[in-house]
């Protein structure tokens, strides 16, 4: 899979959006325990794209490092926390190979990253190298919890592919996760996962396609062009058929989960 942040980072929002609320109870629920153990807790983000997560910590006043490949992104996060960057810093890096000392954070955050990474387990391994002894690993991630037509959608394009010969892949985040929760099993490492926060979303068919035809869903990227083209030709002559108003709204049931690992002191 390539991966193409730069492309997708000045709308990567629309497909990643939590409402006000949503980011205020995980916010909370990434700080407190961090909190609870350190007087001044300094938190880095690795893959922190353009901010979803990190802006309602930095909106708090703690210390934050941002980490991200792709420069776009830290554009657009740049953009957000402009007047509130006092202790805020923002590094063009690779999760692989942190520019961090040993021991510097007590936290370390990672939200939909690892299957992002093919050789994850060296990101994994500097994850926990730049954590505080006691220091908490977060791995967040939106889970749908219900049917939707936006599922629906996506199943159809997932068989027109099929049936012009293509296999979509799909599940990597998911496959991933059970991966990390194993290395971190296997290190000693005790993870425990709760959800945080629940909300709806309201999309329209017209959305979803949009979302699906520019590619914004890194699952997309795997599909060469000279078979994405056509299929998604396919796809909106079937929604079309299928809704008979493209811009009516329908809801979408997300939580929020997030799965957290102490270092012993």
Request: glycine content about 8%; cysteine-free.
């Given at each position: 899979m390539t991966l193409n942040f730069g492309r997708v980072a000045y709308a990567y929002d629309r497909t990643r959006y939590h409402p006000p609320e949503v980011s205020g109870r995980i916010?909370?629920?990434?700080i407190a325990p961090v909190e609870d153990r350190f007087r001044e807790p300094v938190?880095?983000?690795?893959?922190?794209?353009?901010?979803?997560?990190?802006?309602?910590?930095?909106?708090?006043?703690h210390k934050f490092v941002g980490v991200d490949v792709s420069p776009a992104m830290l554009e657009v996060m740049r953009y957000k926390i402009a007047g509130v960057a006092?202790?805020?810093r923002l590094v063009e890096a690779d999760a692989r190979s942190l520019p961090f000392a040993k021991d510097s954070f007590h936290a370390v955050i990672g939200v939909h990253l690892w299957h992002l990474i093919p050789d994850w387990q060296r990101a994994l391994l500097e994850?926990?190298?730049v954590l505080a002894p006691g220091g908490m690993l977060?791995?967040?991630?939106?889970?749908?919890?219900?049917?939707?037509?936006d599922w629906n959608i996506q199943e159809r394009w997932r068989e027109l592919l099929a049936e012009m010969g293509y296999e979509l892949k799909r599940g990597a985040h998911t496959r991933r996760l059970d991966e990390v929760e194993r290395a971190l099993e296997q290190l000693g490492l005790e993870p425990q996962t709760q959800a945080v926060a629940e909300w709806v979303e309201e999309r329209t068919p017209r959305q979803t396609?949009?979302?699906?035809?520019?590619?914004?869903y890194s699952y997309t990227w795997q599909v060469p062009p000279?078979?994405?083209?056509?299929?998604?030709?396919?796809?909106?002559?079937?929604?079309?058929?299928?809704?008979?108003?493209?811009?009516?709204?329908?809801?979408?049931?997300?939580?929020?989960?997030?799965?957290?690992?102490?270092?012993?002191?």
């Open positions: 916010a909370t629920a990434i938190f880095l983000e690795l893959g922190v794209g353009t901010g979803r997560v990190g802006v309602p910590i930095i909106a708090r006043g006092r202790k805020v994850a926990l190298r977060y791995e967040g991630w939106d889970v749908s919890t219900g049917p939707s037509e396609m949009e979302i699906l035809e520019e590619r914004l000279e078979v994405f083209r056509p299929s998604i030709e396919r796809l909106w002559a079937w929604v079309q058929e299928t809704y008979p108003d493209l811009d009516q709204p329908y809801p979408i049931p997300w939580k929020f989960m997030l799965r957290g690992t102490r270092l012993p002191e």
